[in-house]
């Protein structure tokens, strides 16, 4: 099946600073999701991209649909405590009943 | 309601024991996911309803997982003879129509197995 692949597993940053994350896949995708996920609860979505080459921003958060469709980022800008989470990329390849494909995700550590 | 309403949102049980978690999508919305979330992992998908299709069972782990939906309403995940390795967190997601649509988590039920 379609694999997503997220990686460094975690993330440490420091209050304030910029930090990118990649998800790439072997497959091409139609759909590229965002999702965060504070802990004891269900991941919400923070952006949601339809097209290739697209640029979605979301506040601080900024994410791209890759021209290829076979990868998406997310740009999260001067970083705060509240970013704190884990950050999972999903995708959804073309045809009927397709369903989200999601990564393992990234634990995102920021220190004050 | 206006969000994916999970039941109970904790649930400790004895090994050999059966469980049923409930889900209750967002009103309208025809797909409904489950997933399943250990410890410091990512998401594993389990099964998808989509409206009065037959489900997509092909993530459900043993034949003691079973899942059940009403019309476009809610949804049981049961789990029979539980053990310890099935402690975990069991997400449920809806969408208004699910393909390529996005998904909206409920909290989550936290199964403990002793």
Same mark, same amino acid.
């Given at each position: 099946?379609?694999?997503?692949?997220?990686?460094?597993?975690?993330?440490?940053?420091?209050?304030?600073?910029?930090?990118?994350?990649? #998800?790439?896949?072997?497959?091409?995708?139609?759909?590229?999701?965002?999702?965060?996920?504070?802990?004891?609860? @269900?991941?919400?979505?923070?952006?949601?991209?339809?097209?290739? @080459?697209?640029?979605?921003?979301?506040?601080?958060?900024?994410?791209?649909?890759?021209?290829?469709?076979?990868?998406?980022?997310?740009?999260?800008?001067?970083?705060?405590?509240?970013?704190?989470?884990?950050?999972? #990329?999903?995708?959804?390849?073309?045809?009927?009943?397709?369903?989200?494909?999601?990564?393992?995700?990234?634990?995102?550590?920021?220190?004050? | 309601?206006?969000? /994916?309403?999970?039941?109970?949102?904790?649930? /400790?049980?004895?090994?050999?024991?059966?469980?049923?978690?409930?889900?209750?999508? $967002?009103?309208?919305?025809?797909?409904?996911?489950?997933?399943?979330?250990? !410890?410091?992992?990512?998401?594993?998908?389990? $099964?998808?309803?989509?409206?009065?299709?037959?489900?997509?069972?092909?993530? !459900?782990?043993?034949?003691? %997982?079973?899942?059940?939906?009403?019309?476009?309403? /809610?949804?049981?995940?049961?789990?029979?003879?539980?053990?310890?390795?099935?402690?975990?967190?069991?997400?449920?997601?809806?969408?208004?129509?699910?393909?390529?649509?996005? !998904?909206? %988590?409920?909290?989550?039920?936290?199964?403990?197995?002793?």
């Amino acid at each position: 099946g379609q694999q997503l692949n997220q990686s460094p597993q975690s993330m440490f940053i420091q209050e304030g600073e910029d930090v990118s994350m990649n #998800c790439t896949s072997s497959s091409i995708f139609n759909t590229w999701l965002w999702y965060k996920q504070d802990p004891g609860e @269900g991941p919400v979505l923070l952006i949601a991209l339809y097209k290739a @080459g697209e640029l979605t921003s979301n506040g601080r958060l900024t994410a791209q649909f890759g021209i290829t469709r076979k990868d998406s980022f997310l740009n999260i800008s001067a970083s705060i405590p509240s970013d704190v989470g884990i950050y999972f #990329c999903a995708g959804q390849i073309a045809g009927a009943n397709s369903k989200l494909t999601f990564g393992k995700g990234i634990t995102l550590s920021v220190r004050p | 309601g206006a969000g /994916v309403s999970q039941s109970p949102s904790n649930k /400790v049980t004895e090994k050999g024991k059966d469980v049923e978690l409930r889900c209750d999508p $967002i009103s309208g919305h025809t797909a409904l996911y489950w997933y399943r979330q250990r !410890l410091g992992q990512g998401l594993e998908f389990l $099964i998808y309803f989509q409206g009065n299709s037959a489900p997509d069972k092909s993530g !459900l782990p043993s034949d003691r %997982f079973s899942a059940e939906r009403t019309g476009e309403s /809610v949804s049981t995940l049961t789990i029979q003879r539980t053990q310890q390795e099935d402690s975990a967190v069991y997400l449920c997601a809806s969408s208004p129509r699910g393909i390529g649509e996005k !998904l909206f %988590f409920g909290s989550g039920t936290q199964l403990s197995v002793l």
